[in-house]
């Protein structure tokens, strides 16, 4: 049975799987930041593009335990989280008592037309089937303002495959893709994004990372 036969299912699996491991998770990935320069780099250049036009609100699509949006937050932008999962919703607001974090899925994004100065999916695409990328990136384009940077962190590769315990030994059933840059700048531009900037790295984060920046362009052409 392929990777892709269980999609009506997978929602479900990574929200009962982060659910799950969510105060692990946080515990794991909490300092990452501090060993991975390159993504510091990449992150404050996001920040000066959303301020250079005119700033606004930043959603982290996929926050996680919100380390990526406080860290936002600190570079001076009006930044938020949005994830699946409830228990790692708690985990951010407990962690981040001054910030906003809000139930959500990136698949149907409840956001206004084009509400957002910037996007940042932060790692957390890895987790939607190839069939659901474009319905991800239309959202994407929808929110965001034309001219909106939109920042994607990722694992490189060809595989997919079932992650069915992670984060301190808990049972998770998720499934983790890994993309090559080129296809997820393919998939952007059909969606209506110009990738401005792309990179390989290896670091904390990933053994192979991926780091793509775009923007909105004002129709799809």
Same mark, same amino acid.
């Given at each position: +049975?392929?990777?892709?036969?269980?999609?009506?299912?997978?929602?479900?699996?990574?929200?009962?799987?982060? #659910?799950?491991?969510?105060?692990?998770?946080? =515990?794991?990935?909490?300092?990452?930041?501090?060993?991975?320069?390159?993504?510091?780099?990449?992150?404050?250049?996001?920040?000066?593009?959303?301020?250079? *036009?005119?700033?606004?609100?930043?959603? =982290?699509?996929?926050?996680?335990?919100?380390?990526?949006?406080?860290?936002?937050?600190?570079?001076?932008? #009006?930044?938020?989280?949005?994830?699946?999962?409830? @228990?790692?919703?708690?985990?951010?607001?407990? =962690?981040?008592?001054?910030?906003?974090?809000?139930?959500?899925? +990136?698949?149907?994004?409840?956001?206004?037309?084009?509400? +957002?100065?910037?996007?940042?999916?932060?790692?957390?695409?890895?987790?939607?089937?190839?069939?659901?990328?474009?319905?991800?990136?239309?959202?994407?384009?929808?929110?965001?303002?034309?001219?909106?940077?939109?920042?994607?962190?990722?694992?490189?590769? #060809?595989?997919?495959?079932?992650?069915?315990?992670?984060?301190?030994?808990?049972? +998770?059933?998720?499934?983790?893709?890994?993309?090559?840059?080129?296809?997820?700048? #393919?998939?952007?531009?059909?969606?209506?994004?110009?990738?401005?900037?792309?990179?390989?790295?290896?670091?904390?984060?990933?053994?192979?990372? @991926?780091?793509?920046?775009?923007?909105? *362009?004002?129709?799809?052409?």
């Amino acid at each position: +049975m392929g990777i892709e036969a269980n999609a009506d299912t997978w929602l479900e699996d990574t929200r009962r799987s982060y #659910d799950t491991v969510a105060a692990s998770y946080a =515990d794991q990935v909490r300092d990452l930041l501090d060993r991975t320069p390159e993504e510091r780099a990449v992150l404050a250049l996001f920040t000066d593009l959303v301020r250079s *036009r005119g700033g606004g609100s930043v959603a =982290d699509v996929g926050c996680g335990p919100g380390r990526i949006t406080a860290h936002l937050s600190r570079l001076g932008v #009006d930044a938020f989280g949005i994830d699946l999962s409830p @228990g790692m919703v708690d985990v951010a607001r407990r =962690d981040h008592p001054g910030l906003r974090f809000e139930l959500g899925s +990136m698949t149907d994004l409840d956001l206004g037309d084009g509400s +957002m100065a910037g996007l940042v999916a932060w790692y957390s695409l890895i987790h939607i089937p190839d069939t659901r990328i474009g319905t991800v990136f239309e959202h994407f384009h929808r929110v965001l303002r034309p001219g909106g940077p939109l920042l994607l962190g990722f694992h490189v590769g #060809d595989t997919s495959k079932v992650k069915t315990e992670g984060y301190g030994g808990h049972p +998770m059933k998720v499934q983790v893709h890994r993309r090559r840059p080129s296809r997820m700048a #393919d998939w952007l531009d059909e969606a209506g994004f110009t990738v401005d900037e792309h990179r390989t790295l290896t670091s904390a984060e990933s053994t192979l990372g @991926g780091i793509l920046l775009a923007r909105r *362009r004002p129709d799809r052409r």
